[in-house]
């Protein structure tokens, strides 16, 4: 789109690298940008991490600028990542929720703070690697729709973002599968082809989540017990923040047969431990709601809900029941229904919207 101006922002990756190819091939005139959230200046520790946000990551992406002939900066959103990504990811933990530090950072510093900064240089919109597509509906409303391909959808994790957000993103790879986009860049010769992608949470590179907790917070997480439901001490957990609901593995309890979390207490500090079939649950409440292809519903609807990234969806009946809060009751049981997590609904491919898990009805 000849004259239109377009940040794109690059981590890196293929993915993204693609995408500043193909809007540039389609006329955008594009500025690639990297958005540095790393909070330690070291540089030896800046290059261990990696991931989306090492000198890595900047050394790749501007090397691809470089070969794509577009401008390229490096973007310091330090504050806005600390304040809104970890501390909460931190806060959730302690709290006996588990947190998705992607749905955040998605909003509030991919899009929230990046669109914010290339509005005020002149750019008419963002855009991004996701494997996802902005449509607008015939209701005029904007939504994400799924991707080409469902393996690396990834509108679960992007529900969150704001009508005005959407109207000024374009998603290129939302069109095209994994290998195609591959098989791109490696047509035009990209040097991160066959890089590959980034698995875990950037800023716990070593997926040591509790580790990273004590060290941020500066406390030692206090033990606890395990409990049955009714209170029963089967034995003592290392502290909170190393479970989750539906975790078997790690729980070093001598039950004699398979048990599970079912549930995290962080009033009594305690982790409740059941049977397999504790972990299904029917109905669940969700509140810090965004609608996204239709308004809030005036009365019960029937959606696919998805309530964990790698969740394929279930059949759910959404009602909202309260100010920014919703009841989704699933006819068919679901497992680990997660305090904390996000449940998105869809209409096919349409995200309507989603909101965050605050409990299970038991």
């Not at 090492?54 to 470089?66: Q, S």
């Not at 000024?168 to 939302?174: D, F, S, V």
């Not at 709601?289 to 059949?315: C, F, T």
């Not at 009751?329 to 096919?348: H, K, L, N």
Request: with cysteine; hydrophobic share 35%; proline share 4%.
């Amino acid at each position: 789109m000849a004259g239109k101006k377009v940040v794109v922002g690059m981590s890196g990756g293929v993915d993204s690298s693609v995408a500043a190819y193909l809007l540039k091939k389609q006329g955008y005139e594009v500025i690639g940008v990297t958005m540095q959230i790393w909070q330690d200046e070291e540089e030896i520790v800046q290059e261990e991490n990696g991931g989306c946000c090492g000198l890595t990551a900047v050394d790749d992406a501007r090397r691809v600028a470089a070969q794509l002939e577009i401008p390229y900066y490096v973007l310091n959103f330090k504050k806005e990542f600390k304040e809104n990504v970890m501390d909460y990811f931190v806060d959730e933990y302690l709290n006996g929720r588990t947190p998705n530090p992607c749905i955040a950072c998605n909003r509030y510093v991919k899009w929230e703070s990046l669109l914010k900064r290339s509005m005020d240089i002149g750019a008419d919109y963002i855009a991004t690697g996701h494997y996802a597509s902005v449509v607008q509906l015939p209701n005029g409303r904007y939504a994400l729709k799924k991707s080409k391909t469902d393996a690396k959808d990834q509108t679960y994790a992007l529900y969150n973002l704001t009508q005005d957000q959407l109207s000024k993103t374009l998603m290129p790879c939302g069109a095209y599968e994994k290998d195609e986009i591959r098989k791109i860049a490696e047509e035009i010769e990209l040097r991160v082809a066959n890089k590959p992608d980034s698995q875990e949470i950037c800023f716990v590179p070593d997926d040591d989540y509790a580790g990273f907790i004590e060290q941020t917070t500066g406390k030692k997480i206090p033990e606890g017990n395990f409990v049955t439901k009714d209170g029963k001490v089967l034995g003592k957990h290392k502290g909170i923040i190393h479970y989750t609901v539906g975790q078997r593995k790690g729980l070093d309890l001598p039950m004699g047969r398979r048990v599970f979390v079912t549930e995290l207490r962080p009033e009594t500090n305690e982790v409740v431990i059941g049977e397999a079939e504790d972990v299904f649950g029917h109905v669940l409440y969700a509140n810090r709601l965004n609608w996204m292809g239709i308004e809030q519903p005036e009365k019960a609807i029937e959606v696919d809900a998805k309530i964990r990234y790698n969740h394929k969806g279930s059949r759910c009946i959404v009602e909202v029941v309260g100010d920014d809060l919703v009841k989704c009751t699933f006819p068919e049981s679901v497992r680990a229904i997660t305090p904390g997590q996000a449940v998105v609904f869809y209409d096919g491919d349409i995200v309507l919207g989603g909101g965050t898990i605050i409990r299970e009805e038991k």
